[in-house]
């Protein structure tokens, strides 16, 4: 906003300038989404700071709601570890899946005769179509 004869702008001065804004454009340059505009004074929920120590000593405290159903006792650390709650037992954890190979799964269903002998048939096949491309370039 500038003024004509270059004078410093006052509070009286914007105000002209904004009487006829809409409120889009009053609210331009702000930065919508990430402040919240509401007033919330007065108003607070009750809270229980829980406390989380991962293996490295690493403190974490986090505020959860009061009445809240449960609180976990296990908290993933900014390191990476995983914390306890202060005074908590470590929970016992799921059993893990045993990850099979491709090679596994087949051992599972065939004879190591049975795979030598499917090995053998696919060798023997492949070097075949290599003998053919060869006789046919050549």
Known sequence: MTCRNKRQITYTTVKRFTKGM???ESMRGSRL????????????IPRV??????????????PFFAEADEIPDI???TCGLTGLRMGAQMPEMPAQRVLRSHM???????????????????LRNLRGEQGQRHAKSA
């Open 22 to 24: 809409t409120m889009a």
């Open 33 to 44: 989404g990430a402040t919240s505009y509401e007033v919330d004074n007065g108003f607070s």
């Open 75 to 77: 908290w993933e650390c």
């Open 49 to 62: 700071l829980t406390t989380y120590i991962c293996p490295d000593d690493h403190r974490t405290t986090l």
């Open 104 to 122: 596994d799964m087949i051992r599972e269903r065939r004879s190591e005769l049975d795979l030598g002998n499917a090995l053998d048939d696919a």
